[in-house]
């Protein structure tokens, strides 16, 4: 009870401090301004240049960090994608929306030794999501591209969408529907060309309705996920590029999996750079419309890259661990660029900690429309932070995957506590701590050294599993002594 007052008392203190701010920040912003998310699938926190990546080449989205803010702890709420995009919709942590994995996941291998329950299958059209926020206040609202969300075939309006582009065929879970069925090629294809087609059904959207009244804008790529496959007329530089690297170094080993050990997969990088110049067409005809000066554009990933598998994946996420499906820092840190004319000022930079259930709140402010504390449970608005004011007041971020996932990772949880990060394994039966402030890295478990922080830290994860209602993996009864 006292914990829970806290809590509110905080999130009151925040709300009041965020209003001051955009009351601030109103004399310049754009009233009604426009939205545009660019979400790519599966890109990783260190793929881009102004990330740190010398290997890919992001000209554009480096230029839209150089005009905006960039955050360097910002996270995904789950590890792979459907999770996290049921946070962005909702502002709510994944377990309280019961999709805990990707839709529709994996059965348990033979060697798990602990027997967890599958996710929900479809995000209730219960939710009061962002775009039915947005759209009640006269906003046109446009999605297009990979939903994964649960079946689509009908459209996205149920959860507050106008107008839906998917793919050929609906957009049932996520990956592009095949042209031809059982022709691999074909699909393939089908596949690689997906961020050209989304991309122009964008850019049409904005021919025909951006001007006529403010609107919210999505567009959900499905690069770069697998399957990893060549950009013709771009992935010969980056071959290129890669023979200049010299040999191949050694996988890093990974509890059952292995990670590559640099960015060094041209086909991959050909892959960014397809994203990167889908950004630029976005952001050049928001200017010839005469809409950039109105328009908020966020760039987000959906969770870290892949980099952790049975073979190594086809990113690297150095200094962080790991990648995709973990909850190492590779798996959950991902990029995170807001540009909002009026409000961020140019090239600048924030270490502090974010999350994607902040996405909801953040635009509602930056919109200046009321927030929806009782939908956006889990977020908090970064519109005071990207304006130069205080940072949210919330000390610790949770993270529940009760799954098996093809990436190797085994059913575990997580939270980070200002610069502490814990690690609890079910199926390895073990927990791991570490700084991140002295060890990013996470090269370093501290629980040894450190009982009694790591005690406190795991009756804080399991007391908030306990209020949100996670659901729990069971010991196997076939392995269990």
Sequence with gaps: MIHGLAATLRRVAFSVVGLLANFAAAATAPAQPNVVILLSDDLGWADLGCYGSTFHETPHLDQLAREGMRFTNYYTAGSICSPTRASLMTGKYPVRTGITDYIPGLKDPPNARVVTTPTKKVLATSEFTFARAFKAAGYRTFYTGKWHLGPSDGGLKAYGWDDYVGDVGGDQEGEAA????????????????????????????????????PFVLM??????????????????????????????????????????PRQDNAEYA????AVDDSVARVRQKLAELGLAENTIV??????GGLATHKNPGPTNNSPLRSGKGWLYEGGIRAPFIVYAPGVTRAG?????PAISTDLYPTLLALAHLPPRPE???????????????????????????????GSTWAPGAALRDGDWKLIEFYHYRNVELYNLRT?????????????????????????WQQATGAIMPRPNPALTP
């Design 178 to 213: 095949p042209a031809k069925k059982g022709n691999r090629a074909e699909n393939l294809k089908h596949r690689r060309d997906s961020t050209a087609r989304f991309t122009q059904a964008t850019l049409d959207f904005l021919q025909q309705h951006g001007r006529a009244q």
């Design 219 to 260: 567009l959900s790529y499905h690069d770069v996920h697998t399957p990893i496959q060549p950009m013709p007329g771009v992935v010969e530089r980056f071959m290129d590029k890669r023979k200049k690297l010299g040999a191949d170094l050694p996988a890093i080993a990974e509890h059952d999996g292995l990670t590559r």
């Design 270 to 273: 050909s892959m960014v750079t």
């Design 298 to 303: 966020i760039f987000a990933s959906d969770n």
């Design 348 to 352: 600048t930079r924030t270490e502090v």
């Design 375 to 405: 939908q956006h449970l889990d977020g908090l608005s970064l519109a005071p932070l990207l304006g130069g004011g205080a940072a949210p007041l919330r000390d610790t971020l949770y993270w529940h995957y009760p799954h098996y996932h």
């Design 439 to 463: 060890d990013p890295s996470e090269t370093r478990d501290l629980t040894a050294a450190n009982p009694a922080k790591t005690t406190e830290l795991l009756a804080k994860l399991h007391a």
